[in-house]
Nanobody, 115 residues
């Protein structure tokens, strides 16, 4: 059973950077598109970025120019480099397949951006 584990969150000042990691067991990780999402308190989960199995990245408008997602050399990890973070980007960040394939969401990693 595939299980996603996100890490790398923390507290950062506005304008700072964080690098999130996504790891998952299961043989389909390397051949699946991986999506990054975030959910702020009281809001719905929203799309942030996507990395295809071939390494092509797509970003939400809010993330373009500041965030970069990539896949690890081990084929079972992905990362999200976030630069020039804003307080409104405080949220729990998650990763999952796109399409989700029925895989449950992990615990996510908390990102808190102070003003």
């Amino acid at each position: 059973q595939v299980q996603f584990v996100e890490s790398g969150g923390g507290l950062v000042q506005a304008g700072g950077s964080l690098r999130l990691s996504c790891a998952a067991s299961g043989s389909t990780f390397s051949i699946s598109d991986i999506g990054w999402y975030r959910q702020a308190p009281g809001k719905q989960r929203e799309f942030v970025a996507r990395i295809t199995s071939g390494g092509y990245a797509v970003y939400a408008d809010a993330a373009k120019g500041r965030f970069t997602t990539s896949r690890g050399n081990d084929k079972n990890t992905a990362s999200l480099q976030m630069n020039r973070l804003k307080p409104e980007e405080t949220a729990v960040y998650y990763c999952n397949f796109i399409p989700q394939q029925g895989v449950a969401w992990g615990q996510g990693t908390q990102v808190t951006v102070s003003s």
